[in-house]
């Protein structure tokens, strides 16, 4: 039996703090991750300063990921499986399948205001992956996301809602680059967000192909 100063001393203990799922932490440091290879880029970005920046010991980082180019790789999936799930949900939101293009663009560009970070990474980034495997699937991910715009292009044209010459994919791929390639040059301090110029291009493309600005 435990005598008084036993538990005396025990009572005095501090408590240990519980340790973090595996899985809170392995978000933490890819959030970390996320901002450093943004601003510095994957190939100037190394392990120990991933490690460092998220107050691991190298070894510790290796237990979460195997190395720095799967860490690169998980990062971009989970931006891609958040960005299909976003556009999805903003496109269910209307049954007009001009005004789902519309949505499609609004939220992804809404995005890119909101994530630079995310976006600056992804932006340079499906060439750093140098495995196979690894490439692809993030490769099939980015294809599935232009391909919920490009399907949806095919359903206006197919209500005949925009010109029948059109072409889904190359309307698609146009309006993602041009999207995409705002904020190089946008100045956030200018009075215009991406999204402002993004809508701006989608009325520029749908009058092209046949659609009025919409009130």
């Keep these: 039996m435990a005598t008084d100063q036993t538990k005396a001393k025990a009572a005095a203990r501090p408590a240990r703090a519980p340790r973090a799922p595996r899985g809170s932490r392995r978000d933490a440091i890819a959030d970390v991750a ?3 290879f943004a601003r510095n880029g994957f190939d100037r970005t190394s392990i120990r300063d991933i490690a460092a920046a998220a107050g691991l010991t190298k070894p510790a980082l290796y237990y979460h990921f195997q190395d720095k ?7 971009l999936v989970e931006r891609m499986n958040k960005l299909i799930n976003s556009v999805r949900t903003a496109m269910a939101a209307s049954d007009d399948p001009v005004e789902k293009i519309r949505a ?10 909101r994530e ?3 976006w600056l990474m992804s932006r340079q980034g499906f060439q750093s992956i140098s495995d196979p495997e690894r490439r692809r699937r993030v490769t099939e991910l980015r294809d599935r996301f232009e391909r919920i715009l490009r399907d949806q292009i095919e359903t206006a044209v197919e209500a005949g809602l925009l010109d029948r010459s059109a072409d889904s994919a190359l309307v698609a791929r146009m309006l993602l680059s041009s999207v995409n390639d705002i904020p190089r040059w946008l100045n956030p301090d200018g009075g215009l967000n991406t999204r402002d110029v993004a809508l701006t291009y989608v009325d520029i493309a749908l009058r092209g192909l046949g659609i009025g600005r919409q009130p």
């Design 69 to 75: 180019e799967a860490l690169y790789e998980h990062v």
């Design 104 to 113: 499609f663009l609004r939220d992804h560009s809404s995005r890119i205001d």
């Design 34 to 36: 996320m901002g450093l």
């Design 116 to 118: 630079r970070d995310q």
